[in-house]
């Protein structure tokens, strides 16, 4: 069931991605910049394995699923052009709501935390996945399936786009003109990767940026003397290159959470499914909050 178009892109990108990586690798020696570690790029490469594993054997259950809505759609699309404006646009619209649940939902975040683990910022780290997420990624996608887009369609312009959503990780590429209105540009992405407060859970697009735009999720990168410069990764770093520490540990201390004494109910259901870094007693704080405190001390 495999997309011959999708196969195209891969061949035609890899050496893309190469002669990119190995290119940005010759800057950073050459400015002495640091933008790369040897075990930071290793666990991307194997994250991605991981991933692609999973996303390669639980394929042909998430296309009989679209295919089942497709096959019940309430309409087609037409003329062929429109089709592909329409569904790049609307697959990119379900990709930020896709993308902002998991920010929001602390089970998602689970496992989408793999992803922002890097104290890095460069091309590799685009590799970075969330490894579990084709398990559940295809669901945002159904309404697309259902308003008659063909699932082997819907496929190839997420493999599409994510090819531009790999190019944004990167330091060596600064700010883009107009193009900052319209798509997610590095500047965008690095935003997205700050653990500072103010960029925390902000730029959820894959492609465009308007999304963040109109649904008050946009923040642009500051200058160094307007805000402090950005630090890449987690608000509480995992200090370790270990595949299983780097895909679990979200799970793990979901788990301890779940075991804290007297917890109601509702508090075992907030830490499943409330916002990350939501606490019953305070000890945490979410990403809101964490603005809150950083304003108050401005």
């Known amino acids: 069931m495999d997309s011959l178009r999708e196969q195209w892109l891969i061949l035609v990108s ?38 692609g594993a999973l996303d390669l054997g639980f394929r042909v259950v998430s296309l009989a699923v679209l295919d089942f809505f497709y096959q019940h759609a309430i309409g087609t699309v037409s003329p062929l052009w429109l089709y592909w404006v329409l569904l790049v646009l609307a697959e990119d619209f379900m990709y930020y709501w896709l993308h902002r649940f998991d920010h929001s939902i602390r089970l ?29 990624r295809f669901v945002y996608f159904i309404p697309l399936a259902f308003l008659g887009f063909a699932p082997i369609d819907i496929a190839f312009v997420y493999a599409a786009t994510q090819i531009w959503g790999i190019f944004v990780h990167t330091e060596s590429i600064g700010k883009l003109g107009w193009l900052e209105w319209v798509m997610v540009t590095p500047s965008h992405h690095r935003v997205h990767h700050g653990s500072n407060p103010k960029y925390l859970d902000k ?6 940026i308007v999304w963040d735009r109109l649904f008050g999720t946009f923040q ?54 409330g916002l990350p870094g939501w606490s019953h007693d305070g000890s945490r704080k979410t990403s809101a909050e964490m603005r809150a405190v950083e304003a108050e001390g401005h």
């Open 220 to 273: 642009q990168e500051l200058p160094a003397n307007e805000y402090q410069p950005i630090r890449y990764g987690l608000t509480q770093n995992l200090g370790t290159h270990r595949l299983p520490k780097v895909i679990f540990h979200e799970w793990q201390a979901m788990r301890q959470d779940l075991k804290r004494p007297g917890l109601s109910w509702k508090q075992k259901w907030q830490y499943i499914f």
């Open 14 to 51: 890899t050496p893309i991605y190469l002669v990119l990586i190995v290119g940005e690798i010759i800057l950073s020696q050459w400015g002495h910049r640091q933008w790369y570690n040897k075990k930071d790029s290793l666990t991307n490469f194997w994250l991605m394995c991981c991933n």
């Open 203 to 208: 730029n959820m697009g894959m492609f465009l």
């Open 108 to 136: 998602f975040w689970a496992v989408h935390v793999t992803h922002h683990s890097s104290e890095k910022m460069n091309f590799t780290v685009g590799f970075r996945s969330s490894v579990f997420q084709p398990l559940y």
